[in-house]
């Protein structure tokens, strides 16, 4: 395998000091450019919201933060809302990182969401607020059972369309917030959203309530298409606000500052 790029490694070596006496406790995404530009890690216990449109990297970086923290001894979680967990973990395995004992010791757990449906007895395409108290009730008790510290949802956008109301979207997250919370649960919420929008979530309302944003997205310079990281909002820390360009390799996801200069369009 070639060795990264220098201007790749460069954002190693790259951090963003915290302002002042930081005493938060980090959860390590172990995406190393990622954790020194957040000055260690995500706050332990915020909720981010991890969008992009499609093809900019989201649910990689999302799987690579829960097997990162398997191998740290934290167990994590992901719920997928619409693909299979099967086909998730046969993209996995074409990652050097990814170890599939880690799912047959327990280190890694996958819960398909419309499985967890039929169990609930959810026969209906709109989910109710009853259904959801019941549906964040067994969430709840998965996680604090299964001593869960890292936990996924791919994606929200896919599960709002069973919850078709504004308000029920906000007090699902609202609630799943204080959860994770209280049990020091760190979670990225993944967000589809279109090209070229204003705004970080498929229903405009999301944004307010999380922790933190991280902002995903092609964009053209000098005929080439990149993959561009910004973190929008981070509760809790200081961190750089700049644009930095996502590479997937089978290592993981490396990361450079972008460069300056020559056209940029965004959102293609």
């Known amino acids: ?34 954790d020194n530009i957040l000055g260690g890690g995500v706050p332990r216990g915020n909720m981010v919201l991890v969008s992009g449109s499609v093809g900019t990297g989201k649910t990689t970086l999302s799987l690579e933060f829960l097997v990162r923290g398997a191998e740290r001894g934290e167990r994590g979680m992901l719920v997928s809302v ?30 398909d969401l419309p499985a967890l449906y039929e169990k609930l007895g959810f026969d209906r395409e709109q989910l109710s607020s009853e259904d959801l108290d019941i549906l964040l009730r067994s969430l709840h008790d998965l996680i604090r059972t299964l001593g869960i510290k890292r936990l996924v949802i791919d994606s929200l956008t896919s599960l709002g369309y069973r919850i078709q109301r504004d308000e029920h979207i906000r007090d699902f997250l609202l609630r799943l917030g204080e959860d994770l919370s209280e049990v020091g649960c760190t979670s990225l919420i993944i967000s589809e959203i279109a090209p070229q929008t204003d705004r970080y979530s498929s229903r405009g309302v999301e944004e307010a ?53 020559g056209r940029m369009n965004e959102g293609l």
Request: proline share 7%; charged share 25%.
């Open 209 to 261: 309530i999380v922790d933190g944003i991280i902002l995903l997205y092609n964009t053209r310079r000098l005929g080439d298409i990149l993959r561009v990281l910004q973190i929008v909002k981070m509760r809790g820390t200081a961190h750089s606000r700049a644009l930095y360009v996502l590479e997937l390799t089978p290592i993981g996801i490396l990361m450079a500052p972008h460069l300056k200069g």
């Open 82 to 111: 619409t693909e299979a967990t099967e086909k998730l973990v046969q993209n996995l395995s074409t990652f050097e990182f990814f170890r599939p004992e880690l799912i047959a010791d327990g280190s890694l757990v996958l819960v």
């Open 1 to 34: 395998m070639e060795a990264p790029s220098p201007d790749v490694t460069v954002a190693a070596r790259e951090r963003v000091e915290p302002a002042g006496p930081n005493k938060l406790e980090r959860c390590p995404t172990g995406i190393e450019a990622l």
